[in-house]
């Protein structure tokens, strides 16, 4: 990275219109181009710009607080949840079986083809596993615009047997959430909410409980709830 090209947090923050914790917390996540020495980041001006093009993602003119009573409904975890389903038992003795029996759910939307849907899935997986650790896998289409959907879809799927997804900490995945969004800003704010849900150690207890589908959906409906601004889940 040029060192005159070369900019802050701040400024990184600035130019996409969002706040520094959700740059901060997406560079950490690999999702923004930037280079780390220790506990900070530098940005290269030109390669930012160039990722919000190619991943349609326009700055807001007053900030990234201004889009929220827009993206509300479409950041609720509970409502995708709703949308997605909650699934027992999915079959699959390798990654690849268990996305193809992800892309065949009933609760894929209708306009969503199976095949492309899965083949997606698995491409996806090939880059870079989706398995973020203690069982859990978040699988989703590398560009989420290439399925077309009105609004954010997530399955909540347990899998009849652990498989092994190459996950950052190497234990088999036993539970995944199956991610559809209708478009990139959406779809990577909903990753960050759902890590930070993650974090939350009685629905973690649920999760591994293999809890009935009314119990979860409460306890994620309750954590959304004590949202006071969905940028606060970057931290």
């Not at 409502?79 to 079986?97: I, K, N, Q, S």
């Amino acid at each position: 990275m040029s060192a005159t090209m070369a900019i802050g947090l701040s400024e990184a923050a600035r130019i996409l219109g969002l706040q520094e914790a959700t740059v901060q917390s997406w560079a950490r996540r690999g999702w923004l181009p930037s280079v780390r020495a220790g506990d900070e980041y530098a940005f290269n001006r030109a390669e930012l710009e160039q990722w919000a093009a190619k991943n349609r993602h326009r700055p807001d003119a007053a900030g990234d607080g201004a889009s929220h009573s827009l993206d509300r409904d479409n950041l609720s975890m509970h409502r995708a949840l709703l949308r997605g389903g909650v699934h027992y038992d999915l079959p699959g003795d390798t990654r690849e079986d268990v996305l193809a029996a992800v892309a065949e759910l009933p609760e894929v939307p209708v306009n969503v083809g199976r095949d492309l849907l899965r083949d997606l899935l698995i491409e996806r997986e090939q880059l870079a596993s989706t398995g973020v650790g203690h069982g859990v896998a978040i699988p989703h289409p590398r560009n989420p615009l290439l399925v077309h959907v009105d609004e954010p879809v997530v399955a909540l799927c347990f899998l009849r047997r652990p498989v092994d997804f190459q996950s950052i900490d190497g234990e088999p995945v036993r539970v995944l959430f199956g991610l559809l969004s209708p478009s990139t800003r959406i779809h990577l704010r909903l990753l960050a909410r759902l890590a930070w849900l993650l974090r939350d150690e009685p629905l973690g207890q649920l999760l591994a409980e293999r809890a009935p589908e009314p119990a979860i959906l409460d306890r994620v409906q309750f954590l959304e709830g004590h949202i006071a601004a969905p940028d606060q889940l970057a931290r």
